[in-house]
Structure formats: structure tokens, C-alpha cells
């Protein structure tokens, strides 16, 4: 691994970075996203990222967020993502975790600048366990971040709907 990645996974595990991330890191990449069409995602540039679109879990109205994702292909070649709502280690669950409970089969992603239409399947169980284990080695500052939480946090899978 990189000296570079090393420094930014210990610096993104303090508490300054949970709560100046929050405000800064998601403005960046919308602002950058929208600049490219689609093409970069700044945060990308580190972990591979999507953007998501999901109606809000009261309004109904879109919500878009940029989210680090860690993405699968299975032995058939289908394409999902794991999205960690680790909220940067903070205490409640980010909103588009109850967004994504609320409305699992209405949300989109935009991945390396396409819109795909996913379901949304949040993980419990033995498959939970096994998808955490390899986010912590996809990304280790997570250990931080649960560590600095009473909640569980909450992995889901995306996966692609049929025609899309």
C-alpha cells in the first residue's frame, strides 16, 4: 500500500475528519460530478465511488449523495455494490441509510457516469459478517469508525434491476 493511502486512512479515522467531512467531502463531489458530466467523482480518485439517487424516506423527494462504494461482480458477471453507511464514525446512521430502507426498489446510481436503477437490500446475518470483513480490508478505517459508535453499521447491496 501506498504511504499516501496510509496517511489518509489515519487521517480520515480522527474525529476532526468525522466532522468536517460530512460538510465538505459530499459538496466537493456533487460540485465536481456535475462539472465532468458524470465522469469524476473526487473521493473516487481514493475509493471508487457512485452517486446516489433515492427518494427521501419522508419527502419522497430525490436525495443525491456521492458515497464511497465497494464494488462486486459475481461468478455470472453481474455487477452489485456494497455501500458502508458509516457516517465518517458518528453517532446516528447517515439518511440515506433510512432512505434506502424506505424505498429499496427506487434507487438509482450513477457509476463511472451511467444511471443504473438498483435494489437496495440492506445485510443482516452471516452475509453481513462476511461483506464487513472485506470492507475492513477494502477500507480499514471502518474498524475506527464502528469502534467510536454504539449503532451497527449498516451495509447494503445493490444490485441492478432487471432492464437496466
Same mark, same amino acid.
Given at each position: 500500500?501506498?504511504?499516501?493511502? +496510509? ?7 480522527? +474525529? ?56 462486486? +461482480? ?46 437496495? +437490500? ?43
Amino acid at each position: 500500500m501506498a504511504p499516501g493511502v +496510509r496517511l489518509i486512512q489515519k487521517v480520515s479515522s480522527t +474525529r476532526t475528519f468525522a466532522r468536517l467531512a460530512p460538510h465538505v467531502v459530499p459538496a466537493m463531489d456533487r460540485t465536481v460530478h456535475r462539472l465532468t458530466r458524470g465522469k469524476v467523482l473526487l473521493s473516487a480518485q481514493l475509493l471508487p465511488g457512485v452517486i446516489l439517487t433515492v427518494p427521501g424516506a419522508r419527502s419522497g423527494q430525490p436525495r443525491t449523495t456521492p458515497l464511497a462504494c465497494m464494488p462486486e +461482480r459475481s461468478e455470472r458477471g453481474d455487477r452489485s455494490w456494497i455501500l458502508v453507511g458509516s457516517n465518517f464514525g458518528r453517532p446516528g446512521h447517515p439518511a440515506w441509510t433510512a432512505n434506502l430502507l424506505a424505498h429499496p426498489d427506487d434507487a438509482v446510481i450513477n457509476w463511472k457516469g451511467h444511471d443504473i436503477a438498483v435494489r437496495a +437490500r440492506l445485510l443482516e446475518g452471516a452475509e453481513r459478517e462476511e461483506v464487513w470483513l472485506a470492507a475492513l480490508a477494502f477500507w480499514p478505517p471502518y474498524a475506527t469508525y464502528q469502534a467510536r459508535v454504539e449503532r451497527e453499521i449498516r451495509l447494503f447491496r445493490l444490485e441492478s434491476r432487471p432492464g437496466s
